[in-house]
């Protein structure tokens, strides 16, 4: 018996047991897996010579999250590493568009580009360092994030205060178009907005745009040195150092409740973990709801307002050793860690509208990684250790492309990953020449290995208004308690939602403390 189990050993569960055992808790972490990291973990499947990040790679919510840097992983031998330039564009006109370390400097860029542009950066850029950090510590905090939000709401009643609200709640075309003049600047914000799956004449792209692209001027996209795994160890290192007990390969199937309370769990060859104060998931929502508690236990209208839950787009990512950097048609100024592949924001628009009908897309979007260039320890010297993702739709009405059906059996996966490599030849002619080995990650093999990832979803659930905030994973239970007693969702299905920030295990860990009294 200890006084909490955590289920699932991710980045979520991960923070929320070191939290926990911060508090002087007893504290049980379950992993089904045969190590923990959920979707930040690293290998060298690919090549020897090579390391390549499973899942999620570039980490700009860590460099801003309180919660990470609380933890001072540093001091368990993580290091961070950036690449000379954080993330850009190659244009389909020519030349790049680039995030530079410092704001002059992209915005010189960018004025090269289109005369005043630059100023309509620093512009925005000035607005980040004004309202940047409310906006930060409203997004992380347990919703409704009362003090933070304050916080926000004193920037927009300044001089700036109706420009700075249009960032947060307009489309992020709509938002480009009235700040910047140029391509190059407007393709900075919508394709950093798509990182989560709102479409670029949604509400809310513009918040999530200027969010991602300004935490790349001001802190870069780091990564573990060393691999996104490394960022795992130091958590579970963390954790064992301060008398946490982690099991792995230890599968939870039940989640027994007596008299509307949670008190312990089952694994699936029998083995039960009591839990005197509390027990923390870091599953997904339907999991949680619907395989892990007996229907008898749950209360019938959670069951009812699940069915309004929504899963984001499916993944399908490619790994690559490259025996030579990335062959750019026109040569970037300084080398991006991250590069976003699209023709234009129409572009974008359109492979967002197929994504929304059900269509596989015939000229992906893609979110490319040189994690050598971001990290020199990845690969040998003068090769790259590559990557890129794109998304295809969870339920397959059609293939705009081909033939492809959404079974993603090899022969699928094969053609979509062809498909992706076709798209980097246009920006990149003869990359095809210099792959000595690929992986391919269907959804399906996404799911198989991190059950979190159902249909190869990355975010544990749409990103859309219709499921954040209090509306998220479910309406009425948009916090990391649950309808149970004793019982916290502490994975990317629970506010604020995906991306590595720790956010979600740190409200469920806090919410458990504070309940226990």
């Keep these: 018996m200890s006084d909490a189990v955590v289920v699932g050993a991710g980045p979520n569960g991960l923070v929320a047991a070191n939290l926990l055992v911060d508090a002087g808790w007893d504290v049980v972490l379950l992993e089904a897996n045969d190590a923990v990291g959920g979707a930040v973990r690293s290998s060298r499947d690919v090549d020897p010579a090579f390391v390549h990040d499973t899942f999620s790679s570039f980490y700009p919510l860590a460099a801003v999250s309180p919660t990470i840097r609380g933890l001072r992983l540093d001091e368990y031998g993580l290091e961070w590493s950036n690449a000379p330039s954080p993330v850009g564009n190659p244009l389909s006109t020519g030349g790049w568009a680039l995030v530079h370390p410092e704001p002059a400097y992209t915005a010189a860029a960018l004025d090269a580009l289109h005369p005043g542009d630059g100023q309509a950066w620093l512009d925005l850029y000035g607005d980040w360092e004004r309202v940047g950090p409310a906006v930060i510590d409203a997004l992380l905090s347990p919703f409704p994030p009362v003090r933070a939000g304050l916080g926000v709401l004193r920037e927009l009643l300044g001089a700036r205060g109706f420009k700075r609200l249009q960032v947060l709640l307009g489309p992020v075309q709509w938002v480009g178009n009235r700040r910047f003049a140029g391509e190059a600047a407007k393709m900075l914000m919508a394709t950093n907005s798509q990182h989560a799956d709102i479409a670029p004449n949604a509400p809310g792209s513009g918040l999530m745009g200027w969010l991602l692209v300004m935490i790349a001027q001001q802190h870069g996209y780091p990564v573990p040195r060393g691999g996104a795994g490394e960022l ?26 007596r008299g509307g309370r949670a008190v312990a769990v089952r694994t699936d060859d029998g083995t039960q973990y009591g839990a005197r104060r509390a027990i923390l998931a870091d599953v997904s929502a339907p999991a949680l709801y619907r395989e892990l508690i007996a229907e008898e236990d749950l209360p019938r209208h959670v069951d009812q307002r699940l069915k309004a839950f929504r899963w984001d787009p499916g993944t399908i990512k490619v790994d690559w050793a490259l025996n030579a950097p990335i062959p ?6 300084l080398t991006p860690g991250t590069a976003h592949l699209a023709d234009s924001v129409p572009d974008l628009r359109r492979w967002s509208k197929q994504l929304a009908d059900g269509w596989i897309p015939d000229r992906p979007f893609l979110l490319m990684g040189q994690m050598t260039a971001a990290d020199p320890s990845r690969s040998p010297a003068g090769t790259e250790s590559a990557w890129a993702y794109t998304h295809v739709p969870q339920q397959v009405r059609g293939d705009a492309g081909g033939d492809l059906t959404g079974r993603w059996d090899d022969a699928e996966a094969e053609a979509m990953a062809d498909r992706i490599e076709a798209r980097v030849e246009q920006f990149a002619p003869g990359f095809a020449e210099h792959i000595t080995a690929r992986r391919i990650l269907s959804p399906v093999e996404l799911e198989r290995r991190d059950a979190n990832l159902v249909g190869g979803a990355v975010n544990g659930g749409t990103s859309g208004l219709r499921q954040e905030l209090f509306l998220r994973p479910m309406p009425g239970l948009g916090r990391a308690e649950t309808a149970i007693k004793s019982l916290y969702l502490a994975s990317a299905s629970a506010h604020p939602g995906g991306g590595v920030h720790g956010a979600c295990g740190s409200n469920a860990a806090r919410a458990a403390l504070f309940h226990a009294g």
């Design 328 to 333: 750019w048609r026109d040569k970037p100024e």
């Design 232 to 257: 795992s160890r130091a958590l579970a290192d963390r954790f064992a150092a301060r008398g946490g007990k982690t099991v792995c390969q230890a599968r939870v199937d039940r989640i027994i409740i």
